[in-house]
């Protein structure tokens, strides 16, 4: 384990992204018990005061970054102190956590250590500020020595877990806080249609639950810390659907995307009550057989497929990418043909951003669901790469290197120090970076404020 800050176009922080106007806004706050104080003359009552803050704070989030959300709360505290007092209210700062950090759930002791920690670790991710370490898979009977079936598939993220899928159907579950392995899980045994077909193809994760997917259409779920066993939650049809290629979710909706029977790309099921409650769509029928291939050799990837925070799904194949309203049944929102073609390993999206490559090496971030283009990532333009993103940054990964971008303007912030070789998977959230090598060696960047 190590602490490393990685090398930066720019060592220095952004004014309000960090630095003492920042910490400033943080501590603003009369030091009486009262949590709040009335306006003497009654012109500037309470809740238009909040309400003004948080007007401004997340307009400042929206036009100059999430950072500089801090700043501008720092100038409407330092206006009186009645408007100082506003810093006591955990309305406030549950409103702002949620609009800001997209966090609808609490972790620290109050709302404002929340939003403080989730603006000290973006801080950190900026600067590239980060304690790194390995995650090593712990070797079991079934592993039997195959090359293949180490190859990482699928690493999923929660709060405190990271869930990794590999070729042979294990999926290794660790702790990150302690960094310790905690279980191994396989898919139930059934007859297999290909060599790979109880390959990952799939993980969602929180800190209560595991589910996960395999190729032939398997879903399977266990919750975690607790002795009930690993169950399957749905029985896959791999002859009548085909290989099911990427599968996500939330916790509302499980989406799968399919490849090798026409006309059933998208499966979308009720997380709650595990119905599936639609099948349809076109977008991988051009790769339908590349989708069989899937069951008996390790391809490139065919699709990928994710949803945004407001249950709207985007999945893309290298031809073309549609995004789709999950609570309507999969009515499709944007169609859109990709005249360059897409690199499916570096397409992710977050909240309401896609970030994609094409194939001469351009990287973008779209808005969703228009698709609208924000930026360009300057300096991107390797051709074979994975990429994944957070809130508010766009990761890539080409030769080993992980480099990392900034998703407001696209600026180009740093690499991280360690090089990891050839990697099979590559993930991001607000607080970690995990990556997998062709050694089934994770690596792990904990970029928490500490």
Request: hydrophobic content about 40%; some cysteine.
């Amino acid at each position: 384990m190590s602490t490393s800050s990685s090398s930066s176009s720019s060592d220095e922080e952004v004014d309000g992204g960090g630095g003492g106007g920042a910490a400033a806004a943080f501590e603003a706050g009369p030091s009486s018990s009262r949590s709040r104080m009335r306006s003497s003359n009654g012109v500037w009552p309470e809740p238009f005061i909040e309400a003004l803050a948080y007007e401004v704070a997340t307009e400042a989030s929206r036009t100059a970054g999430r950072l500089a959300a801090a700043h501008a709360l720092f100038n409407i505290f330092q206006v009186c102190s009645t408007w100082r007092a506003i810093s006591r209210s955990e309305l406030l700062w549950q409103n702002l956590t949620r609009r800001v950090w997209n966090v609808t759930h609490l972790l620290r002791n109050t709302w404002r250590e929340e939003y403080v920690y989730r603006h000290q670790t973006a801080s950190n991710f900026r600067a590239g500020r980060n304690i790194y370490a390995t995650l090593h898979i712990v070797p079991t009977d079934n592993n039997n020595n195959d090359d293949d079936g180490l190859s990482c598939r699928r690493l999923a993220l929660s709060d405190h877990h990271l869930a990794a899928g590999f070729a042979d159907g294990a999926v290794h579950l660790f702790h990150l806080p302690t960094r310790l392995h905690l279980s191994t899980l396989y898919p139930q045994h059934r007859d297999r249609l290909g060599r790979f077909s109880s390959a990952v193809s799939g993980i969602i994760l929180s800190d209560i639950r595991l589910v996960f997917a395999t190729l032939d259409g398997d879903i399977h779920m266990a919750f975690i810390n607790e002795v009930n066993p690993l169950r399957r939650a749905y029985l896959g049809d791999v002859v009548n659907d085909g290989a099911l290629v990427d599968f996500t979710g939330c916790n509302r909706w499980w989406v799968g995307l399919y490849a090798g029977v026409p006309g059933r790309a998208i499966h979308i099921w009720n997380s709650e009550t595990e119905e599936l409650v639609f099948v349809g769509g076109i977008l991988t029928d051009p790769e339908a057989v590349m989708g069989w291939h899937l069951l008996t050799e390790l391809t490139d990837l065919i699709g990928r497929i994710r949803v945004t925070s407001h249950h709207v799904a985007v999945a893309c194949t290298s031809l073309r990418i549609i995004a789709f309203d999950l609570e309507n049944q999969g009515l499709v929102l944007r169609n859109e043909e990709s005249r360059r073609g897409i690199i499916v390993g570096s397409f992710d999206c977050n909240d309401e951003s896609a970030m994609m490559t094409d194939r001469r090496g351009a990287t973008s971030v779209r808005h969703v669901p228009d698709m609208a283009m924000v930026c360009r990532l300057r300096g991107a333009s390797q051709r074979e790469i994975l990429g994944c993103m957070n809130g508010g940054y766009g990761l890539t990964c080409a030769g080993g290197i992980i480099r990392v971008w900034e998703i407001e303007d696209g600026d180009f912030l740093y690499s991280l120090r360690e090089g990891i070789g050839e990697c099979n998977a590559l993930i991001a959230d607000e607080k970690y970076v995990a990556a997998c090598s062709s050694d089934a060696t994770i690596h792990v960047w904990d970029f928490g404020a500490q």
